[in-house]
């Protein structure tokens, strides 16, 4: 990672959406939907705590759907340490036909890389994403709940409308040319639900656009069905610039101005010695017995696991590969409560 209200909506997404309190529960932080497929989307823990991603999901509804069936869905991988960000980018690393890479200047700032058509990084600018939590981690999708969105659900667009606009129930005006580009007249339209039709390609700010979420949100917007979408209550645009994805990799948000003490208390119960670790040797101690403990590197893939059947307090573990680096270790205690620790291999 760079710089590491209850509404059950089941007939739409499977889900229900978790009303989370302030600094929480992650959210966007980031919008990026840039000219062809150079689209990402950064995510941000406010916690104080360090974040296992497998159980987070990114899924695209097309065109404002009422399903992600047609927009595909991303399940995250690896760890997200306290007040870092994550970001999933665009994974079309070659031009195909009617379709043209992202921006590999763009790929190098992701955590991870979108797998192939239909994914949700394939947005242009009319299509929501949602962000989802499986909460039992068994990957049962009807469970799923979110814990935020980005654009309407079955909010009403339509397939050639152009995305949602920064005002609502009033006038858009264009000149009108003529064949020799002289202005003979103004064209109007009447905007509502904050949606832009199509052809009025200058009033989209979800589209060729860079959005940034207010530094006053502390926690995901939860949108009711078909409830229109104002995107200027908690996002900032990058005005004027296509393709401007400077910002990524940092988030500054009111979640960060005040050191929290949940993870002081957190490490008191998980104790690493030494952290470095030589040559892949520690001693791992908690506050009450566990019984198992699995190692994952920053993408998320387990090097070293054990599951014992017994209460252990203390345990020395040595990891038989030849691996250095950052990970994280995640321990399981008897009645279901996980702890996870960064461990740094020397």
């Not at 929480?24 to 406010?46: H, M, Q, R």
């Not at 060729?208 to 069905?225: D, F």
């Not at 988030?251 to 993870?263: I, M, N, P, Q, T």
Request: glycine fraction near 8%; proline fraction near 3%.
């Amino acid at each position: 990672m760079k710089k590491f209200y209850l509404i059950i909506v089941s007939a739409l997404i499977g889900s229900s959406f978790l009303n989370a309190q302030d600094c929480t529960e992650l959210f966007f932080s980031e919008y990026v939907e840039g000219t062809d497929n150079s689209k990402a989307i950064e995510i941000y823990n406010p916690t104080d705590k360090i974040v296992d991603l497998s159980n987070y999901y990114v899924a695209r509804y097309s065109n404002g759907a009422s399903n992600y069936d047609g927009g595909g869905i991303t399940q995250l991988q690896g760890f997200l340490t306290a007040k870092d960000v994550f970001i999933l980018v665009n994974g079309q690393t070659e031009d195909l036909a009617g379709s043209t890479k992202c921006s590999p200047e763009l790929q190098a700032k992701a955590d991870m890389l979108d797998h192939a058509y239909p994914a949700p990084m394939y947005m242009n600018g009319n299509d929501a994403i949602a962000l989802l939590k499986d909460p039992t981690g068994d990957g049962v999708q009807s469970e799923f709940i979110a814990i935020d969105l980005f654009g309407t659900i079955g909010g009403g667009m339509n397939p050639d409308d152009e995305g949602w606009t920064n005002f609502t129930d009033g006038y858009a005006f264009k000149n009108v040319k003529d064949l020799n580009g002289d202005i003979i007249g103004k064209d109007s339209i009447y905007i509502t639900n904050y949606i832009a039709p199509a052809g009025w390609f200058w009033l989209p700010w979800t589209a060729n656009h860079t959005l940034i979420r207010k530094v006053g949100i502390q926690k995901g917007a939860l949108i009711a069905p078909g409830t229109a979408f104002n995107l200027t209550a908690e996002w900032d645009t990058l005005s004027g610039v296509v393709n401007d994805w400077s910002n990524l990799g940092v988030h500054d948000c009111k979640c960060s101005w005040a050191v929290g003490v949940s993870s002081t208390q957190e490490i008191s119960k998980l104790t690493i010695f030494p952290n470095p670790a030589a040559e892949g040797v520690f001693t791992l101690s908690t506050y009450k017995p566990f019984l198992s403990y699995e190692i994952r590197n920053s993408l998320g893939q387990i090097v070293s696991s054990h599951s014992s059947g017994q209460n252990n307090l203390n345990s020395r573990i040595t990891i038989e590969e030849n691996v250095k680096g950052l990970f994280f270790i995640k321990v399981k205690f008897s009645d279901s409560e996980s702890i996870t620790e960064k461990l740094i291999i020397q």
